[in-house]
């Protein structure tokens, strides 16, 4: 019986989601689960030094590289197939992925989100635009979502939510930062736990099928 889910965190930035990650993992917050791989479609992302320096394996898939968002998927998936990976974490990873990828690795993929769902979400909002859409329209709490992926963009199943309090005089840079620092960072080691226990436990049952 395997007690690890093997997690692949996906990212095109600065990662300071997959360091929250990597932090709560050496801190023993993840028993369930152990980062085995980050995969970055940005060239020179510094998430990918962040990976280094922990210690786990660090790759770079451009589209640019591949024909077509069809191959940039299918080299993508299958090196989480290779790589026998049980969880795959959308951390800051700025391609949406096709209904075809979703479902070749369905309930197993999950994304954080820096708001409230179903506020503030779906094509084209992400980064400031989400903070910068909320502070228009005048919302006194905002925060952070952990959802699976489907079909529909910031559309799957919520995992976890933590609220964040607007403050007068909020720019959106302020305002994207409190959100990660008092939302995204502690919501997204918690929901990543709670999934791999949640495929640790149907792996086991289904050894016994
Ligand atoms: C975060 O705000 C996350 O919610 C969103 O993209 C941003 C990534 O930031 N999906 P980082 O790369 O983890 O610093």
Redesign the pocket.
Same mark, same amino acid.
């Given at each position: 019986m395997k007690d690890k889910a093997r997690i692949a965190v996906l990212?095109?930035?600065?990662?300071?989601?997959?360091?929250a990650l990597i932090d709560a993992q050496k801190a023993g917050l993840i028993p369930h689960g152990e980062i085995v791989t980050v995969i970055s479609n940005k060239e020179g992302a510094f !998430?990918l030094e962040r990976a280094k320096k922990a210690g786990i394996e660090a790759v770079t898939i451009l589209k640019s590289d591949c024909g077509s968002t069809e191959e940039f998927e299918d080299v993508i998936g299958d090196s989480l197939e290779f790589r026998k990976i049980d969880l795959i974490v959308?951390?800051?990873?700025?391609a949406v992925l096709s209904e075809n990828f979703v479902k070749r690795f369905q309930n197993r993929i999950i994304?954080?989100?820096?708001s409230l769902i179903p506020s503030f979400c779906g094509d084209g909002m992400?980064?400031l635009r989400v903070h910068n859409a909320a502070l228009a329209r005048g919302v006194k709490v905002t925060g !952070?979502t952990v959802h699976y992926v489907n079909e529909i963009t910031d559309g799957g199943e919520i995992i976890l939510q933590k609220a964040v309090d607007i403050l007068p005089g909020d720019t959106p840079a302020a305002l994207?930062k409190r959100?990660?620092e008092e939302a995204?960072w502690k919501l997204l080691p918690q929901a990543t736990e709670i999934v791999c226990q949640k495929i640790i436990k149907e792996t086991s049952a289904d050894e016994y099928l």
């Open positions: 990212v095109s930035g600065g990662g300071t989601n997959l360091q !998430a959308l951390a800051g990873f700025l994304n954080i989100h820096p992400y980064g !952070a994207q959100v990660m995204e």
